[in-house]
């Protein structure tokens, strides 16, 4: 059975930083690209960063470009997100998600992590 299980989420001010993790079981090592979205209240789930099975590809939404990071551990199935420079805007329920290419729709997803960004 596949699970992801999101940690790292909590209250911040802003320009503070959290890192978020998200470990995966019930996968083979490297066998997925991993994905990170969140949802503000009142919002639709968007997109936030993505890193391919071999770690060689990275996307980030615009929104993040340059303040968060998004990595995975050697073994494969821990990734990371590092966010810098947090703003009221980041707050969120922040997902993590497995599919098979970073352009595929994913098909495991954590339960998710609340990060809040106070001004």
């Known amino acids: 059975q596949v699970q992801l299980v999101e940690s790292g989420g909590g209250s911040v001010q802003a320009g503070e930083f959290l890192r978020l993790s998200c470990a995966a079981s019930?996968?083979?090592?490297?066998?997925?690209?991993m994905k990170w979205f969140r949802r503000a209240p009142g919002k639709e789930r968007e997109f936030v960063a993505a890193?391919?099975?071999?770690?060689?590809?990275?996307q980030y939404a615009d929104s993040v470009k340059g303040r968060f990071t998004i990595s995975r551990d050697n073994a494969g199935n821990t990734v990371y997100l590092q966010m810098n420079s947090l703003k009221p805007e980041d707050t969120a329920v922040y997902y993590c998600a497995a599919g098979v290419t970073v352009l595929t729709i994913p098909i495991y997803w954590g339960q998710g992590t609340q990060v809040t960004v106070s001004s």
């Open positions: 019930g996968l083979p090592s490297n066998s997925h690209a």
């Open positions: 890193v391919s099975r071999s770690g060689d590809i990275i």
